[in-house]
T-cell receptor
Framework: EDQVTQSPEALRLQEGESSSLNCSYTVSGLRGLFWYRQDPGKGPEFLFTLYSAGEEKEKERLKATLTKKESFLHITAPKPEDSATYLCAVPAGSQGNLIFGKGTKLSVKP | NAGVMQNPRHLVRRRGQEARLRCSPMKGHSHVYWYRQLPEEGLKFMVYLQKENIIDESGMPKERFSAEFPKEGPSILRIQQVVRGDSAAYFC?????????????FGEGSRLTVL
C-alpha cells in the first residue's frame, strides 16, 4: 500500500536557524512528489513538484530535494512568516488523487 | 483571477440533517477534487469530477456521501444524515488539464461541525 510519512510532526526554530523536514514515501512507481504549505484555517498552497531522484527545486528560503525513498524540504535562515504546516504528497491513481502525509508543523520564533 | 471559492466556510448541523458544500473552481479549470481533513489526520482524497462526470470516487464513503459537478453552477458535495464523525474540514481543489506541474489549487475549505 502506498504511504507517505513525514517527520518530525512539529519543529520549533529560532529565526535564522536552518533545518530540514523529511518526507518518506513508499509507492509503486513514483509519478511525482509534491510539497504544499498550509496556514491555519486555510487550504494548502502549492510549493514544488519533483519528478526524479536527484532533482532539486528552490523558492526563496526553501529548497526541496528528492531521492528514491524520501524527499527533504530544507529551510535556510527561516523567518517567522515561514511558520506553517508543510505537507508532502504523492499521486495515487487518477489525476488529483494524492496521498498526503500528516505534515510537519513549523514554528519560527523571532 | 479569483481563486477556488467554497461556501459556506462554516456549517453546523445536528445529527441526521443534510449538509451541502459548494465549490466554484478557478476560472478556466474544468477539473474539481474534494478532500476531507479530519482532526489530527492528513488530507484524504474523496472524489474527482469533471463537468457532468465523476472520474474517480475511490475515496468516497459508500453511503450518505455524493458529489456532482453540473454543466452550470458549482460542484456540490452532499452529506446525508450527518453523524458526529463527519465533522471535518472539507477542501475543494481545481486544476486545468493537463496540469503541467500536477498542481492543485485549493479553496479555503468548509468546516462542518455536527452536534
Amino acid at each position: 500500500e502506498d504511504q507517505v510519512t513525514q517527520s518530525p510532526e512539529a519543529l520549533r526554530l529560532q529565526e535564522g536557524e536552518s533545518s530540514s523536514l523529511n518526507c518518506s514515501y513508499t509507492v509503486s512507481g513514483l509519478r511525482g512528489l509534491f510539497w504544499y504549505r498550509q496556514d491555519p484555517g486555510k487550504g494548502p498552497e502549492f510549493l514544488f513538484t519533483l519528478y526524479s531522484a536527484g532533482e532539486e527545486k528552490e523558492k526563496e528560503r526553501l529548497k526541496a530535494t528528492l531521492t528514491k525513498k524520501e524527499s527533504f524540504l530544507h529551510i535556510t535562515a527561516p523567518k517567522p512568516e515561514d511558520s506553517a504546516t508543510y505537507l508532502c504528497a504523492v499521486p495515487a491513481g487518477s489525476q488529483g488523487n494524492l496521498i498526503f502525509g500528516k505534515g510537519t508543523k513549523l514554528s519560527v520564533k523571532p | 483571477n479569483a481563486g477556488v471559492m467554497q461556501n459556506p466556510r462554516h456549517l453546523v448541523r445536528r445529527r441526521g440533517q443534510e449538509a451541502r458544500l459548494r465549490c466554484s473552481p478557478m476560472k478556466g479549470h474544468s477539473h474539481v477534487y474534494w478532500y476531507r481533513q479530519l482532526p489530527e489526520e492528513g488530507l484524504k482524497f474523496m472524489v474527482y469530477l469533471q463537468k457532468e462526470n465523476i472520474i474517480d470516487e475511490s475515496g468516497m464513503p459508500k453511503e450518505r456521501f455524493s458529489a456532482e459537478f453540473p454543466k452550470e453552477g458549482p460542484s456540490i458535495l452532499r452529506i446525508q444524515q450527518v453523524v458526529r464523525g463527519d465533522s471535518a474540514a472539507y477542501f475543494c481543489a481545481s486544476s486545468p488539464h493537463p496540469s503541467p506541474t500536477g498542481e492543485l489549487f485549493f479553496g479555503e475549505g468548509s468546516r462542518l461541525t455536527v452536534l
